[in-house]
């Protein structure tokens, strides 16, 4: 996990301690499970926004920050971030994205037990 840049060892013992199926499911299981999969709010001619719910928070938190450090140095999610902003999203909405994706990615790191390599991605 502390191959990918923005991962310390503090997010990677929480990750560890607190999802330890990571690895074993579906990228969308993943993003449910954390609780920053985009949730519809829609009843019959009523179209809401969608939102993020639920999840474990402990393990939200920790990645959000990670987050916020990742961005900087590490290409892709600055990438992301950038088009999302220059799309007009919302900051916060940019950053829970990048968080999405980079689930989806540690998910997929331990399933196939690679390390983090930018250029694959």
Same mark, same amino acid.
């Given at each position: ?7 310390? #060892?503090?997010a *990677?013992?929480?990750?560890i301690?607190?999802?330890?199926e ?7 299981? *993943? ?5 920053v ?8 001619r ?5 939102k993020i ?6 393990v939200r938190?920790?990645?959000?920050? *990670?987050?916020?450090?990742a961005i900087?140095p590490?290409? +892709?999610? #600055?990438?992301?971030?950038q #088009?999302? +902003?220059?799309?007009?999203?919302p ?9 999405r994706?980079m ?7 331990l399933?196939?037990? +690679?390390?983090?390599?930018a250029?694959? +991605?």
């Amino acid at each position: 996990l502390q191959s990918m840049k923005g991962i310390g #060892k503090i997010a *990677a013992a929480s990750i560890i301690s607190n999802l330890p199926e990571l690895g074993y499911m579906t990228n969308k299981q *993943a993003s449910a499970l954390v609780g920053v999969a985009p949730i519809n709010r829609e009843s019959g001619r009523f179209k809401g926004l969608r939102k993020i719910q639920g999840g474990r928070h402990q393990v939200r938190t920790v990645l959000y920050m *990670a987050m916020m450090s990742a961005i900087q140095p590490n290409s +892709v999610f #600055k990438s992301q971030y950038q #088009k999302l +902003v220059a799309a007009g999203k919302p900051k916060k909405v940019a950053i829970i994205a990048c968080v999405r994706k980079m689930i989806v990615l540690l998910n997929s790191m331990l399933r196939d037990e +690679v390390m983090w390599e930018a250029s694959k +991605v």
